[in-house]
C-alpha cells in the first residue's frame, strides 16, 4: 500500500471512529438541553464511569433508559426516551421522585433504594 494510501486509510479511520464517540458523549448536553438543565449531567448518570462505553450502563436511569429503548449513538432515541420518561413520570430508582423532576431540581435519580423490579445492575 502506498504511503498516500495509508495516510487516507488512517485519517479515515480517524474520522469514523472520533464520529461514534461523539454521538453517545453528546448525550450529557442533549439532557441538558432537552430538560433545560442548569447543568450537564455526567456521564455517570448512566455508566460506571465518565469514560463510558458498551457494557458500562450501570445506574437506575440508565438501565430504564435502556428498558425505553435507548441505546449509544441514536440521539433521536434518546429525545423519544427522556419524552417518555416524563410522560410516565418514571421513578427508576423507587424513591418516590421521578427521573426528570430529580434531574429538573438537580438532585440525582439513582441515589434512591433502587427498583424492586429491576433488571439486575451488572
Not at 89 to 117: C, F, H, K
Request: charged share 20%.
Amino acid at each position: 500500500m502506498s504511503a498516500a494510501r495509508l495516510s487516507l486509510a488512517l485519517v479515515a479511520a480517524h474520522l469514523l471512529a472520533s464520529g461514534a464517540a461523539r454521538a453517545s458523549a453528546s448525550y450529557p448536553a442533549e439532557i441538558q438541553a432537552r430538560l433545560a438543565l442548569s447543568k450537564v449531567p455526567e456521564c455517570t448518570l448512566c455508566h460506571s464511569d465518565l469514560v463510558g462505553g458498551n457494557g458500562t450502563v450501570v445506574s437506575w436511569f440508565g438501565l430504564a433508559s435502556q428498558e425505553l429503548g435507548l441505546k449509544g449513538k441514536s440521539p433521536d432515541v434518546l429525545e423519544q426516551v427522556i419524552d417518555q420518561m416524563r410522560a410516565d413520570e418514571t421513578d427508576s430508582d423507587g424513591d418516590g421522585i421521578s427521573d426528570v423532576e430529580e434531574l429538573v431540581s438537580g438532585d440525582d435519580p439513582n441515589d434512591g433504594p433502587g427498583r424492586s423490579t429491576a433488571v439486575p445492575r451488572p
